[in-house]
């Protein structure tokens, strides 16, 4: 998602930026950076709604936000996530729990001698593949954890930097 911005708001936050000698550029990047901070808050904790991992570890290891000027991303990480990071069983067949729905894998087996979490790729003995459960950089942007970054842009970033050039304006 990207928002540009054009016309007469882009003069008045010109204008805004040249205030107290830059001081207005610097006041809306940190409560950019502040309302950013919380609105990646709650889109972590969607996201751990959303695929169910055993600790939200999980999720903030993979989710993050960074601050480039007058933008603040949001981006989660694309590696694969280990099923074992969720709720399963390994007793047989592996059972696991993504997204809190529980899913049997075929021709799955826990590896004796790494402890991994595996599954044949035929009927035959090879080849073997790693299992996986959500992509997080997938799931960051879909779900419960997209509706939680659009109600945090209203409610989270625009308050912090209303907060910031209000201080800003008061010393002027």
Known sequence: ???TISGNIANIIGRISGL???GGRQALQG???DGGDKVRTKVRKAVKAQTNPLKYETITSRVDGKRFGLAYI???DGKKT???LFPHSAAGAVTAAPWGVSRTFKRSF???DTGALS???TSKRFP???LYGPNIAKEVVKGQSLEAFEAGASTDVLPAIERRLARLLAKE
């Open 82 to 84: 280990p099923i074992a």
């Open 20 to 22: 107290a000698g830059g």
């Open 119 to 121: 599954a044949r790729t």
């Open 74 to 76: 949001i981006k989660g």
């Open 128 to 130: 073997v593949r790693k």
């Open 110 to 112: 826990v590896r004796p």
């Open 31 to 33: 409560g950019l950076s």
């Open 1 to 3: 998602m990207q928002i």
